[in-house]
């Protein structure tokens, strides 16, 4: 999807770096954990606050939004937001059973229901949609490209690819976006993660890596000196929370989380604490209850 002008200026300041290192404060105040609402019988939101715990998938490789730390606990944006839907039903942090996800076994972890919901830099897209339901927007990135510190190869924008071997990762929008702009197929090298990505940059073996900008930022931000970010995004990338298809409850419970969250200021408290520690804050995208 080719983007506005608008769209393009809005989400290059998203990006832009604010000079800290990103460090995320886990002793930092969660949110505080509620006593469950009374949800109706035989609801998931009832399942899971009997229970006491949800299972969330998120990435544990992408500082900013979802890493893990030495304890193998994610941090970031998503896994904020995950403890702030976690409380809403009454669970602690610690009763949160985190599972890696990467970006190709997103749908069928929601499907075989391994999880309860994925926030993992997730894209609200039709093609998912078929197969999974999506509460939010709570974010919105945009595509872009990192290349080494410098920009030996002179790429300034996503039209420099011709020619170029770019790396990227299965089963992501990022994959699908940026074939039109190589030469050949052939010049995509498709892995697991972003990370895996950073290798083949570093020696060469592709010209630049592409996803979205607040993941490059994020991985850009780690690697202090070595990359930059191009900073000319190309798509809108809304992040939704992935779900069981058919759980609508479940869907504007989620939604009526972010909802809240975004109107009593947690939304911006959580950002600063993750991602804000690098990026601007924005403001955060209108809720799509489709
Ligand atoms: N947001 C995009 C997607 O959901 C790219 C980032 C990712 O793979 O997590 O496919």
């Known amino acids: 999807m080719r983007l506005s002008k608008g769209f393009v200026a809005a989400a290059a300041a998203a990006v832009t770096v604010l000079g800290l290192t990103a460090c995320t404060d886990s002793s ?3 949110v505080d954990v509620e006593t469950p609402a009374d949800f109706a019988a035989g ?3 009832a399942e899971l606050a009997d229970a006491g715990e949800i299972t969330i998938g998120t990435k544990f490789d992408q500082p900013l939004f979802g890493l893990a730390n030495p304890d193998g606990v994610p941090e970031g944006f998503d896994a904020e937001i995950g403890k702030l839907i976690a409380a809403k039903l009454g669970i602690q942090p610690d009763s949160i059973n985190w599972v890696e996800t990467v970006s190709a076994n997103r749908e069928p972890f929601i499907q075989n229901g391994q999880v309860d919901l994925v926030i993992a830099t997730y894209t609200i897209n039709d093609a998912r ?10 974010y919105e990135a945009g595509q872009d490209l990192l290349v080494l510190e410098g920009n030996p190869d002179g790429i300034e924008s996503v039209d420099d690819l011709a020619g170029k071997k770019v790396c990227t990762v299965s089963g992501s929008t990022s ?3 940026i074939a039109e702009y190589v030469s050949s197929p052939s010049d995509i090298i498709a892995t697991d993660t972003y990370s895996n990505c950073l290798e083949p940059l570093r020696t060469g073996a592709v010209q ?6 607040v993941i490059l930022a994020g991985l850009a931000d780690q690697n202090e000196g070595e990359f930059e970010v191009v900073g000319e995004p190309f798509t809108a990338e809304p992040y939704g929370i ?7 409850e479940f869907r504007e419970f989620v939604n009526d989380t972010l909802q809240d969250a975004e109107d009593d200021g947690t939304w911006d408290e959580l950002w600063e604490k993750t991602a804000g520690k690098v990026l601007e804050t924005p403001e955060p995208p209108a809720i799509d209850r489709y």
């Open 28 to 30: 930092a105040p969660a």
């Open 43 to 45: 609801s998931t939101m």
């Open 129 to 138: 949609k078929e197969v999974v339901s999506f509460a939010g927007p709570y």
């Open 175 to 177: 994959e699908a976006n």
């Open 208 to 213: 630049a890596v592409t996803t979205d900008n």
């Open 242 to 248: 992935g779900l069981a298809l058919d759980d609508t």
